[in-house]
């Protein structure tokens, strides 16, 4: 983006990225384009249910997907997303929408983010191809012994393959 209010921003990407899937990549690269600072946000503890990788591991798959962009950070937080903004100076909320369904979920969010921090949400389309990728779903995929390569960048296939064989060892 070209005009100077994309050009002042700091976008949060914020997300479980458990684990992260080449539809998080395409959002990030977008919002890379346009923004000159974007942070990719792991939330701690995910409300969905107990990540199957750990902070650390999720952070560390992120470094290494997203080190072709200059402008695009790891992070984590805790609590709340809307403090968490406000804490580190950030101007906007960046969210991605594959599906109708998501943008319903996600315009409550938004609301309640700007209430609560004043902070804008700007949500960007992945390409379709993504549609119909999700987290829960690649792992669901993998743990029955499908092929989820199509999906997610090469390092986390490689490390999916090391967990399952964490898993196998236990
Ligand atoms: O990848 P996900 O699981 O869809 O990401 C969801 C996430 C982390 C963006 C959302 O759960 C979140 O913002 N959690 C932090 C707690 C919070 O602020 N909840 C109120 C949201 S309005």
Redesign the pocket.
């Known amino acids: 983006m070209r005009n100077g209010v994309a050009q002042q921003s700091h976008a949060i990407y914020?997300?479980?990225?458990?684990p992260p899937t080449n539809g998080h990549l395409d959002v990030i690269a977008r919002a890379a384009a346009i923004f000159p600072v974007v942070t990719v946000?792991v939330?701690v503890n995910?409300?969905?249910r107990e990540p199957l990788f750990t902070l650390d591991e999720r952070e560390e798959m992120l470094l290494r997907c997203t080190g072709l962009h200059p402008n695009v950070r790891v992070d984590h937080?805790r609590?709340?997303?809307?403090?968490?903004v406000t804490s580190i100076d950030a101007h906007v909320i960046v969210?991605g929408l594959r599906v109708v369904s998501d943008f319903e979920n996600e315009m409550?969010?938004?609301h309640?983010?700007r209430s609560?921090s004043n902070v804008d949400t700007m949500f960007l389309m992945s390409d379709s191809s993504y549609s119909f990728v999700s987290?829960s779903l690649i792992k669901e995929v993998f743990l029955q012994g499908g092929d989820i390569s199509k999906y997610v960048p090469d390092v986390v296939l490689e490390y999916m393959q090391q967990k399952r064989l964490a898993q196998v060892r236990k």
């Open positions: 914020p997300g479980s990225f458990d946000a939330v995910p409300q969905k937080f609590g709340l997303l809307a403090d968490y969210k409550a969010f938004a309640m983010n609560l987290s």
